[in-house]
């Protein structure tokens, strides 16, 4: 879920004759990040968290790594020395900043992970919970980058905080809130910073290899943890083998490069709405997969947030389109 806002900031919307190609792109990403919730919840029974997240984002950064080495070796094919030197010096920061974005990216991956192993907790569940970074990057862009946030986007947040009194409290009572839905949470906050963080360096950086490292320093640093921590088995791994190429492979890797391509060709705004759809993909897929269920009261929640989510999107589409009036 983190991958989602590497390109958002750097991309330029495109004609709308070619938008339906983003559009149909973006949700097919939107549907393969959404099933990897259902992979994070069948590998859960297999391995423990920093084993299938260390793995997982390992061959999610292998999986680029190839596309890279080939681009680069096009490009500098073509290049003199000053720009040569200009490409090391660019390199050097896109070093530097996609291994502090990945220690956020492991951080929330990690808690998401964890989530799983808590009881009540479901890949829907998770998945709604998450997606709650969407109203805490305005919240955290204002402590940090001193941006304004519109008034719509305030009303936002709390529908969306709402949305989330019902998808995790049974009870009018605090006590009723499991640790599943802390780590939930905690994830949708570093992933918040990740966003942040990217949107903030993004823009100077080429936006595969920055994504590429943070998978590299998300996996090393899980991996360590792992051997730490857990007591990772060879055929555990073997049995949760199936959940994490597809988690790692279709998720990190082929999903980030169709979300690249999709939003050369779609709006920024209607992108990150369209990839927002992963919390009902996963919820969807959840059901239907391994027969999860969320209650009435949890369903309610997630028309809720969701509601919130569409509503903070358009608004900022239309606040977009009122700036630019005379």
Request: with cysteine; hydrophobic share 45%.
């Amino acid at each position: 879920m983190s991958e989602i806002s590497n390109q958002k900031t750097i991309q330029n919307p495109q004609p709308v004759k070619t938008q339906v190609k983003g559009v149909l792109l973006l949700l097919t990403t939107a549907l393969i990040w959404g099933t990897s919730f259902v992979s994070q919840s069948l590998g859960s029974n297999s391995v423990d968290g920093f084993t299938f997240m260390g793995i997982r984002t390992i061959l999610g950064a292998l999986f680029l790594t190839p596309y890279i080495i080939v681009k680069d070796r096009i490009s500098t094919a073509k290049m003199n020395e000053k720009q040569l030197a200009e490409k090391k010096s660019a390199d050097k920061k896109t070093l530097k900043y996609g291994i502090i974005i990945g220690l956020f990216l492991c951080a929330a991956t990690n808690l998401q992970q964890f989530a799983f192993y808590e009881p009540n907790m479901t890949a829907g569940k998770i998945a709604f919970i998450t997606a709650m970074y969407m109203f805490f990057v305005p919240l955290l862009g204002l402590l940090f980058f001193r941006k304004k946030i519109p008034l719509i986007i305030w009303g936002c947040i709390a529908i969306g905080f709402s949305g989330l009194y019902f998808l995790c409290f049974e009870k009018a009572s605090v006590s009723t809130v499991g640790r599943g839905d802390i780590l939930s949470f905690l994830c949708a906050i570093f992933f918040t910073l990740q966003i942040l963080f990217i949107e903030k360096w993004a823009p100077g950086c080429d936006g595969v290899k920055l994504s590429c490292i943070q998978f590299y320093a998300c996996g090393i640093i899980s991996c360590i943890l792992m051997f730490i921590f857990e007591n990772p088995q060879p055929q555990a791994v073997k049995t949760a083998l199936l959940p994490i190429l597809y988690s790692g492979i279709m998720s990190c890797g082929f999903a980030y490069t169709m979300q690249v391509v999709g939003q050369k060709y779609c709006e920024s705004t209607i992108a990150s709405l369209l990839m927002c759809m992963e919390s009902v993909f996963a919820a969807l897929s959840g059901a239907i997969l391994i027969h999860e269920t969320l209650s009435g009261r949890e369903i309610f929640g997630c028309t809720i947030m969701f509601t919130a989510i569409i509503i903070s999107q358009l608004s900022e589409k239309f606040t977009k389109q009122e700036e630019k009036l005379p």
